[in-house]
């Protein structure tokens, strides 16, 4: 890909630069997962009329805090007054929620809009904007993942962004299910937000 420049002052960095930031928190495996969700919010936002600029960011650092130690999230959480409910989940939860303050400590990067994408990635949201939507969906598809129903869960996310993030929603809430893995609550509100066709 060629280098993407930013623009818009949204974080105090050069892409390199964060590039670079973002590669010494995390595995390379983890690392080139970023660059794809980068790549592939770009794509999104292109094709949706987003912000490509805010995309770009989000997707490359949306991760940046996943390997930090359990720890570091139940003293950010207790520090920082985040919800207590949160100690009763773990990093699959704390690293979107409790990451973007990590992100924002560490990468100088204040906007909410990113910050808010980043999120939400991990649990989605009743209400989510066209960012949201975009980073909650390329780190769904980027063009590493295989699991059954990517290539729907793709030709459904390239035709209607909004249908990519519902075929999402659905297929994570089922497989939790399936495994009988505790569900955050908020995720359950993100469900009944975006998934159910006819009010019951
Ligand atoms: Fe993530
Ligand atoms: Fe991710």
Redesign the pocket.
């Known amino acids: 890909m060629s280098e993407f420049v930013y623009q818009a002052n949204l974080v105090p960095y050069t892409r390199a630069e964060l590039v670079e930031k973002v590669a010494a928190n995390l595995s390379t495996s983890r690392f080139e997962h970023c660059l794809r969700v980068e790549q592939t919010a770009i794509e999104l936002a292109r094709q949706n009329g987003a912000d490509v600029e805010r995309a770009a960011i989000a997707g490359l650092v949306?991760?940046y805090a996943?390997q930090l130690p359990d720890e570091t999230f139940i003293a950010a959480i207790q520090a920082n007054h985040f919800d207590p409910d949160l100690l009763n989940y773990g990093n699959a939860i704390w690293?979107?929620v409790v990451g973007a303050y990590f992100i924002e400590r560490d990468l100088g990067i204040h906007d909410d809009i990113i910050l808010n994408a980043i999120r939400r990635?991990?649990i989605g949201a009743p209400e989510m904007t066209l960012i949201d939507q975009i980073l909650f969906v390329a780190?769904f598809i980027e063009p590493g993942r295989d699991f059954p129903g990517i290539e729907q869960a793709r030709q459904t996310a390239k035709a209607d962004l909004a249908a990519g993030v519902r075929y999402e929603i659905l297929n994570t809430l089922s497989f939790l299910i399936k495994g009988q893995k505790k569900i955050y609550p908020k995720t359950i509100d993100t469900y009944n937000a975006w998934v159910p066709t006819q009010e019951q």
Do not use: M, S
């Open positions: 949306h991760d996943k690293h979107g990635h991990t780190d």
